[in-house]
């Protein structure tokens, strides 16, 4: 008898026990099984990531080093749904790139959320000149820094791409899983927005991408992404011969104004107009009434990379000219000196710079040249290239402003002889 109730003891154990694995299944099933699904929609989605940067030959990871790209497992408490709080009216404002230029952006809206207990808030951006596009219209840009930063993650911070399309009754959703590393992160070359100090979050975000702990690559450069000039391009240029000089454009001026603040493009070392450009460019620098000692295309009117510096460090201090110049390398010891702007009237102020560069332009071969560069000519050069971004140096005085350093006097002395020129 005992025998039998331990039988039907064990045989109801049994019954009671499926039972309740079938009431677990058919309770937390679904849940279970959409877990599955997100792990592999993320698996997927940077699968197609580490797909689309092997097979760019010109983007930021050699093939082989793709293999070095690392996540954190995905996670369903990092996907958070945001109070979205509109920001309206806000005037753009530049966001410094770790390369040492920056970008315009403007405060979309603040998005307000509960993480792991805490409430936190991170503000959304808009690139300014992709607005200019329709098809970027929603796209908002959402960089962030966390305490991970620098141990599990990436230094510079992280970002996030938010479309807001997707917005419904004011909320949005942030998946930090989809949490990506900046392109300097893996090469040097790529101008890329630091996360202001607002958009830091205090706690570790263990989720999306991990610190990158491969090789370092260098940019390649895309020769195919140069241009040539446009139509509007063609008719300034040509509105005078090689021996006129050309209008330069003024802040004061609010359409000028707008050509002076959009960034410029690489243009074709072939274009027949580039030679009559140049000439024109040089005699404008050099004009007896408002000479100079360099000049960017943009400041005539041209959105292309092109430039004429005085290179007081060469033997005759002559005037060259630069195409599709960038600066690859900015030292940290910086100096301060006078700016003026033949752009800017009437304005003459202290800048800081960095005491020396490293440059890569094109000669007019094609061929990629690289050289470093000091001193007053450093910051000529550095001047003319942020013209290129739609950079101008009262720009810089707001930087300043918000960034200062600390000063060397007492550690460092510099000296000139008497009969150098003088910056």
């Known amino acids: 008898m005992r025998i039998k109730i331990y039988n039907f003891g064990r ?32 698996e997927e989605y ?43 009216n806000e005037p753009s404002f530049r966001m410094p ?39 970027y ?27 807001a399309s997707t917005i419904k009754d004011n909320k949005i959703v942030i998946d930090f899983n989809k949490a990506y590393n900046p392109y300097c992160a893996y090469s040097s070359g790529y101008r890329c927005p630091q996360p202001p100090a607002e958009n830091t979050i205090y706690q570790k975000i263990l989720a999306g991408e991990k610190k990158y702990v491969g090789p370092k690559n260098e940019r390649p450069v895309n020769k195919n992404m140069a241009q040539g000039f446009t ?70 009117g041209v959105n292309k990379n092109l430039i004429w510096v005085q290179r007081f460090d060469k033997a005759g201090e002559p005037f060259e000219f630069y195409i599709n110049p960038k600066i690859i390398w900015r030292s940290k010891l910086t100096r301060l000196g006078a ?37 007053f000519t450093a910051v000529i050069f550095q001047h003319e290239v942020d013209h290129l971004y739609g950079i101008l140096y009262p720009d810089r005085l707001e930087e300043q402003e918000k960034n200062p350093d600390v000063p060397l006097n007492d550690k460092i002395q510099f000296s000139i002889n008497p009969q150098a020129v003088r910056p």
């Open 231 to 300: 139509d509007k391009e063609k008719a300034i240029i040509l509105s005078g011969d090689k021996e006129s000089k050309m209008h330069v454009y003024q802040v004061t001026d609010e359409k000028e104004l707008a050509v002076l603040r959009t960034p410029s493009q690489d243009v074709k070392v072939d274009d027949p107009l580039l030679e009559i450009l140049e000439k024109r460019m040089l005699l404008t620098v050099q004009d007896p009434d408002h000479p100079g000692v360099g000049i960017a295309a943009p400041q005539v």
């Open 97 to 135: 790139t770790y390369d040492g230029t920056s970008n315009e952006y403007k405060r979309f809206a603040l998005l307000e959320f509960e993480l792991n207990g805490e409430k936190t808030t991170l503000t959304a951006y808009q690139s300014v000149s992709l607005l200019q596009n329709p098809k």
């Open 137 to 163: 219209k929603d796209y908002l840009f959402l960089p962030f820094l966390d305490l991970t930063n620098g141990e599990e993650t990436y230094g510079g911070g992280r970002y996030i791409e938010l479309d």
């Open 11 to 42: 045989i109801y154990y049994t019954i009671i026990m499926r039972q309740l694995y079938l009431f677990v299944l058919i309770i937390f099933l679904p849940s279970f099984v959409k877990a599955q699904s997100y792990e592999k929609e993320i």
């Open 339 to 375: 700016e003026g702007c033949l752009s800017i009237p009437d304005r003459r102020e202290n800048v800081k710079r960095s005491y020396a560069i490293r440059l890569q332009y094109w000669d007019k071969k094609g061929n990629i040249i690289e050289e470093n560069i000091e001193g």
């Open 46 to 88: 940077r699968k197609t990531i580490k797909t689309q940067l092997e097979q760019d030959a010109y983007g930021p990871l050699r093939k082989e080093n793709v293999q070095y790209l690392s996540y954190f497992p995905a996670d369903k408490k990092y996907v958070v749904e945001a109070k979205v709080n509109y920001l309206f």
